[in-house]
């Protein structure tokens, strides 16, 4: 059990677009989930707190206008990267955590590369 | 930042020799885990401890916590080369993770 899936696992896109990545908690419901970014061989850094059925929590210097978090139920956040710069080809990773459960379970990440 | 810090950055080893991994942290913490990351996916838990645990085995990994120094270690014993990954620990203190730089463990056959 615990598994966390997130779609696609990779896209490449066209700068000035915009990109969806999805995050599924497959046979447990999140309350909450996390989502990080991760440059080349650098550790993760958490962007944001997403909430079911309210606003994500953002963390300092991350712009809540650019990267749009829905969390519209209790299996399933969404990241969308707004008017995508090549500066924003990272890799995306999403976390959700069981309710009683000291562990987060990741999802396998997906890998953006902005053209 | 209060990203903690880990070493050494980078790790060879030969296989069946033991790796050791050390992660120090900044602020007052709930537990700290410890993670798996092989190269471009996700990330496997391998362990947690908690703060007033001051040391955990499972399986080849043992891992030990020293709250008043704010530092852990991970060792692995007796490494394979299907080993190699880059290891993270993860520090809780109220709802979300603080995780470390990283050690990238290479396991030579």
């Known amino acids: 059990g615990a598994v966390v899936s997130q779609h696609p696992s990779r896209v490449i896109c066209k700068s000035g677009t915009s990109v969806k990545i999805e995050c599924r908690s497959l046979?447990?419901?999140?309350?909450?989930m996390f989502w990080y970014r991760q440059f080349p061989k650098q550790s993760l850094m958490l962007m944001a707190t997403?909430?079911?059925?309210?606003?994500?929590?953002?963390e300092q210097g991350v712009e809540k206008d650019k990267f749009l978090i829905n969390h519209a139920s209790l299996t399933l956040s969404t990241l969308t990267v707004t008017s995508a710069h090549p500066e924003d080809s990272s890799f995306y990773i999403c976390?959700?955590?069981?309710?009683?459960?000291?562990?987060?379970?990741f999802g396998p990440g997906t890998r953006l590369l902005v053209l | 930042s209060q990203q903690g810090e880990e070493d050494p950055q980078a790790l060879s080893i030969q296989e069946g020799e033991n790796a050791t991994m050390n992660c120090s942290y900044k602020?007052?913490?709930?537990?700290l885990q410890w993670y798996r990351q092989n190269s471009g996916r996700g990330l496997v838990h391998l362990i947690l401890?908690?703060?007033?645990?001051r040391e955990k085995h499972s399986g080849r990994l043992r891992v030990t916590l020293d709250t008043s120094k704010k530092s852990s270690s991970l060792l692995i014993t007796a490494s394979r080369a299907a080993d190699t990954a880059s290891y993270f620990c993860?520090?809780?203190?109220?709802?979300?993770?603080?995780f470390g730089t990283g050690t990238r463990l290479k396991v030579l056959a």
């Open positions: 602020t007052s913490i709930n537990n």
């Open positions: 976390s959700a955590g069981r309710l009683a459960e000291e562990t987060q379970y």
């Open positions: 997403s909430n079911e059925g309210s606003k994500a929590t953002y």
């Open positions: 046979d447990f419901q999140a309350t909450t």
């Open positions: 993860a520090t809780t203190g109220t709802y979300k993770y603080i």
């Open positions: 401890i908690r703060s007033n645990e």
